[in-house]
């Protein structure tokens, strides 16, 4: 499998502000995705990161308030913007591997004041 | 779209004792489904996944089983042990697609 590195781990943020998530694959990888895990809770699929065009979003997420890059096969950021204290959670990154499989980066653990 | 029930939300066992995790799916086009086990502060792991041509799968002390006509699949872990205790998903996605939808999972806690 893919070692998938995430950044930051965590961080604490100012409601309002933007955090920015960078996500970075050790190889080349068609399908990367982005999930949420609200505390206690389960995943939940933000978008698909389209390399080269704009992310396909789940249904209750939004461009504006979630917008992905995927500027190439091993690299992708996802920035969380205007913050409140609803969108504390863990943000994970994802790749997929032999078509099927799911693997997750290590997670950014978010806390908004 | 696919929906994802996993029962029970908690399971309390003794060492040694058996445990089993079930799930129901809807979309009777996914044909894909692994379990994921994700300890405290860690990230979700990929332990074991079954495709719909098969039945059952087995790897070590943990085995899945499918029932593709009744849209179940159950995960079963024998002689448990205290690190098997963890938060474990159900999911159920399309080979080939990566996308998956997660059940709610069940937080598995093994007593010495």
């Known amino acids: 499998s893919a070692v998938i590195s995430q950044k930051p781990s965590r961080d604490i943020c100012q409601r309002g502000t933007s955090l920015t998530i960078q996500c970075q694959v050790d190889s080349q990888v068609t399908m990367m995705f982005w999930y949420r895990q609200q505390p206690g809770q389960s995943l939940t699929l933000i978008a698909t990161a389209n390399q080269g065009s704009e992310a396909t979003y789940e249904s209750g997420f939004v461009i504006d308030k979630f917008p992905i890059s995927r500027p190439n096969l091993t690299f992708s950021t996802l920035t969380v913007s205007n913050m409140s204290p609803e969108d504390s959670s863990i943000y994970l990154c994802?790749?997929?591997?032999?078509?099927?499989?799911?693997?997750f980066g290590s997670g950014t653990q978010l806390s908004v004041l | 779209g696919e929906n994802v029930e996993q029962h029970p939300s908690t399971l309390s066992v003794q060492e040694g004792d058996s445990a089993v995790i079930k799930c129901t799916y809807s979309?009777?086009?996914?044909?894909?489904f692994p379990w994921y086990k994700q300890e405290l502060g860690k990230r979700p792991q990929l332990i074991i996944d079954i495709r719909s041509n098969v039945g059952e799968k087995k790897d070590q002390r943990i085995a899945v089983t499918l029932n593709k006509t009744a849209k179940h699949f159950s995960l079963h872990i024998t002689e448990t042990q205290p690190e098997d205790s963890a938060v474990y998903f159900c999911a159920a996605g399309i080979s080939g697609y990566s996308t998956l939808t997660f059940g709610k999972g069940t937080m598995l806690l093994v007593s010495p």
């Open positions: 994802s790749v997929g591997w032999e078509g099927e499989k799911l693997f």
């Open positions: 979309d009777s086009a996914s044909n894909y």
